[in-house]
């Protein structure tokens, strides 16, 4: 029987890179893998369909946003192995624990949170960017917008893609959610990335469940299951230990690397020149 990190690895809601050609992130710095969660539904170019379902629906009329989502996400419940079971997986979860409604916050959140609702018959709270937090008693009903303490006395479940530092929720969803005079004391999501997200919501009181957590021995069994080498799995353990020596020492390892991704242009040159003003390249400087 399969498990979540199977599905993990098979989607690529976590790809790991070849030990010669690491990926860029954002903050201008090497890395071995990506963790993109949303991928567990069924596939990237289904995650990407219902990501831009979601967002073509959100600037839309809201009191139809999960009436306009419904239809994908049920049919890619019925017919992928892994979202079923990750959609499972929460269910379950959540049959455990005491809430009211499930709240999900704008965009991945939303893979995650509307099939267990529907699943449960509990109502589902839509929380938008612009602070916006819309109700509806059924996922297949209306939308209403709700304004301040309009869900006084009730109780939220969260469910997110993955928990970081947990800043979406002390930056947006708790406040959002305190602001319609309701709370949170328990939040599932699929991924702890064990950055500390889990330390923060206990501080502001709220329980965390989650079913696969990026540390290394998860790596570990992917390698005795045959989804990874071990030689990417050493790549892994030494980007965990020190990330920024990782990149240092492939840098060194490949001198050429950066004035390569330079010459390619777009998104490549600027990340080599990120990391060049960020002092990350040996040897180099703005």
Request: glycine residues 6%; aromatic residues 10%; hydrophobic residues 40%.
């Amino acid at each position: 029987m399969k498990s979540i990190i199977d599905y993990l690895f098979e989607t690529n809601a976590i790809r790991v890179s070849d030990p010669e050609k690491p990926f860029w992130y954002a903050s201008g710095t090497l890395g071995p893998y990506f963790v993109n969660t949303h991928f567990l539904f069924e596939s990237e170019a289904r995650a990407n369909e219902l990501l831009a379902l979601i967002e073509k629906s959100a600037a839309g009329n809201r009191e139809d946003f999960l009436t306009s989502l419904l239809p994908l996400v049920k049919e890619v419940y019925e017919t992928s192995e892994s979202y079923k079971a990750v959609i499972d997986l929460i269910v379950s979860k959540a049959q455990t624990l005491d809430f009211d409604f499930i709240s999900g916050g704008e965009r991945r959140d939303f893979f995650f949170s509307l099939m267990p609702a529907y699943l449960l018959g509990k109502p589902h709270l839509s929380i938008f960017k612009d602070g916006q937090t819309w109700y509806s008693e059924s996922v297949e009903s209306k939308a209403s917008l709700i304004n301040e303490n309009g869900l006084s006395g009730k109780k939220a479940l969260h469910i997110a893609d993955l928990i970081t530092e947990a800043s979406s929720y002390t930056n947006a969803w708790i406040p959002s959610l305190q602001g319609v005079g309701t709370g949170i004391t328990d939040t599932i999501a699929v991924i702890d990335r064990l950055q500390g997200g889990e330390a923060n919501l206990a501080k502001v009181g709220v329980n965390m469940y989650t079913f696969a957590k990026i540390e290394l021995s998860l790596f570990d069994e992917a390698v005795q299951k045959g989804i990874l080498t071990s030689t990417q799995r050493d790549m892994v353990a030494r980007f965990m230990n020190d990330p920024i020596e990782y990149m240092k020492e492939y840098l060194i390892a490949h001198p050429n690397f950066i004035d390569e991704q330079i010459a390619l242009g777009g998104k490549p040159q600027q990340r080599a020149e990120l990391a060049i003003s960020r002092g990350y390249v040996p040897g180099r400087s703005n």
